[in-house]
């Protein structure tokens, strides 16, 4: 048998790179795991916001879906922006008996402001997908509306995260701290124990997609078998290391970048460098 890891990523596009389908196979394959992707819907976006999204329909996203499950089932499943109640019903009725670690990144509105989700859907992914997860990992506006309550500071993502798992029925939950002040504080429970995850804040706005490669990054540690708060904790780093070396691509928020910390050659915050 082959001990090559794989993962899938269940999402919408971005024609740029910086978000959704193309940065979390470019994660998988800076983490060495095998990538794979099922596209929900086709968005026309770029670093200044979204232009248009087209829906994929539910049969041909379930298509895709049997394709690669029956293929290469993966060691580990992410969604990002699942639109409509309709895909959520597809997607957790494939991957409900599938005992294969599965990390939602609850996308709702990109950083320009543009939704990436039905209203309805909002309370949709509450009942029917997070049930399902190993790990979720909002944001803040994204854990006010999957909680009920407004989330102002670090005792009120705990508070979040804690209901996400004891309430809502995911396995962990971490709440990131990108949206609130001071050090950027993402907070992790897992029905146990809190940890929490603190790094430095950059002042950039080159943060696109900053929430997909986090949980791209968390989905290839829990497919190569690594427990949540390790997967979590090298996913903090990897996403810090990743905005410390954004790109100023692209005429809105640049894209966040791994591979040049890694290079250590096309650092575009010279102040941050020593
Ligand atoms: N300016 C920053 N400097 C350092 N770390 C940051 C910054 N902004 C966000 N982070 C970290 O990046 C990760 C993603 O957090 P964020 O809250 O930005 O997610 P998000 O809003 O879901 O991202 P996206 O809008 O791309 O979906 C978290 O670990 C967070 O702490
Ligand atoms: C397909 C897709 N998925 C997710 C995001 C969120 O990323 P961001 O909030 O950084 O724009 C996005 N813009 N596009």
Not at 198 to 206: I, S, V
Request: charged residues 25%; contains cysteine; proline residues 4%.
């Amino acid at each position: 048998m082959s001990n090559i890891k794989s993962a899938l990523t269940i999402a919408g596009t971005d024609p740029t790179g910086g978000a959704g389908i193309q940065a979390d196979l470019k994660v998988f394959q800076e983490r060495e795991v095998y990538g794979m992707s099922v596209i929900t819907s086709v968005v026309a976006q770029n670093t200044l916001g979204v232009q248009e999204v087209q829906h994929l329909s539910i049969d041909f996203i379930e298509k895709q879906l049997d394709a690669v499950l029956k293929d290469i089932p993966p060691q580990g499943i992410k969604t990002g922006m699942i639109a409509t109640v309709d895909m959520m019903k597809l997607i957790a009725r494939k991957i409900a008996n599938t005992n294969i670690p599965y990390v939602i990144d609850p996308v709702m509105v990109a950083k320009s402001g543009d939704s990436l989700m039905e209203e309805e859907s909002r309370r949709v992914i509450r009942d029917v997908l997070i049930p399902l997860a190993t790990v979720v990992t909002p944001n803040v506006p994204e854990a006010e509306i999957l909680v009920d309550f407004a989330i102002k500071d670090q005792e009120d993502a705990k508070k979040a995260a804690k209901v996400i798992v004891d309430d809502l029925g995911a396995q962990a939950a971490v709440v990131k701290g990108g949206h609130l002040q001071g050090e950027a504080i993402d907070v992790l429970y897992d029905g146990g124990e809190y940890y929490y995850f603190k790094d430095a804040r950059f002042d950039t706005k080159h943060t696109h997609g900053t929430g997909c490669t986090f949980s791209a990054v968390i989905t290839a540690e829990l497919a190569k078998g690594k427990l949540i708060k390790d997967a979590v904790a090298i996913g903090k780093e990897y996403i810090t290391d990743a905005i410390q070396y954004s790109l100023e691509l692209g005429k809105g928020n640049g894209p966040t970048n791994h591979w040049g910390y890694r290079l250590k050659g096309v650092p575009n915050h010279e102040e941050d460098m020593e």
